[in-house]
């Protein structure tokens, strides 16, 4: 039982103890044989995520040198850069972008082998919207409702989750974000355990164009975009999605009090 909890917490390195002879024999042989699996699965991702990317920015470099040179020679000719030139610039650095999401991938799937930790999320999300204010930007607003105990997480993914989930909001937004950090203690919470258990509400509004409610679960999946005129690779909201559901939390769009789109996601508190 104590190895069925810990396995759907993330920990897949547990093991359940084979007692020869007993009843909870082929159950507990069953238990481990499936987290060996997953386990070489999830490295056999990382190790093709990882390789397919570091393979490709050799020939990324390659071409973005000869692109510099053609620019070089343009400029050293008196005359501009044709546009066709520029283009693939844009293309190139969207390429790269793109496989620094596939590397972030491939990290969130070594992170799946590791045990919750205690998150500060409050500390996270103060640093992060402190960074996505910008003067030409949306005004960027943090809000707290009462104490927000930390969260049971990996640093790594839920900075990711997050960092997407405002970049996303930033970037659609006109001229407002606002992130809501609140403690929703759990029914067993109520007489007296102060801010134990239950979980904490991250929620990002903005007052973009927002999401179609028929178009929100597309959304959630990698590379799919509302239109080609949509900024980004479309997979901003799918790896925060992964970075939360790889600790037991939920993300949810709905739409936002201020006209754009909401994203909410709620994490477990640590040692819930």
């Known amino acids: 039982s104590d190895a069925t909890r810990a396995l759907g917490r993330g920990d897949l390195g547990v093991r359940a103890p084979v007692e020869r002879g007993a009843l909870t024999e082929p159950v507990a042989l069953a238990l481990n044989h499936l987290a060996d699996r997953v386990q070489r699965a999830l490295a056999l991702q990382q190790e093709l995520l990882q390789a397919v990317a570091h393979e490709l920015r050799t020939p990324l470099s390659r071409v973005r040198f000869l692109v510099e040179e053609l620019d070089a020679s343009a400029k050293g000719e008196g005359s501009q850069p044709s546009r066709p030139l520029e283009e693939l610039e844009g293309e190139l650095d969207a390429v790269d ?87 929703e203690p759990g029914s067993e919470a109520g007489s007296g355990s102060g801010s134990e258990g239950g979980t904490v509400v991250c929620t990002v509004d903005d007052d973009g164009p927002g999401i179609p409610e028929g178009d929100r679960a597309a959304v959630l999946r990698p590379f799919v975009r509302l239109s080609d005129a949509t900024p980004g690779l479309g997979l901003g909201l799918a790896i925060a999605r992964r970075a939360a559901a790889s600790t037991g939390a939920t993300l949810h769009i709905t739409e936002a009090p201020i006209g754009g789109a909401r994203v909410q996601i709620c994490w477990p508190t640590h040692g819930a």
């Open 97 to 183: 972008a793109l496989l620094s999401e596939v590397l972030h991938l491939a990290e969130d799937a070594v992170a799946l082998e590791s045990a919750a930790e205690a998150v500060d999320l409050q500390a996270l999300a103060t640093a992060l919207v402190a960074r996505a204010q910008t003067a030409e930007g949306p005004r960027v607003e943090l809000q707290t409702a009462g104490v927000v105990p930390p969260i049971a997480g990996r640093s790594g993914p839920v900075q990711r989750a997050l960092r997407n989930l405002l970049a996303n909001a930033v970037t659609h937004a006109r001229s407002q974000v606002v992130v809501r950090l609140a403690h």
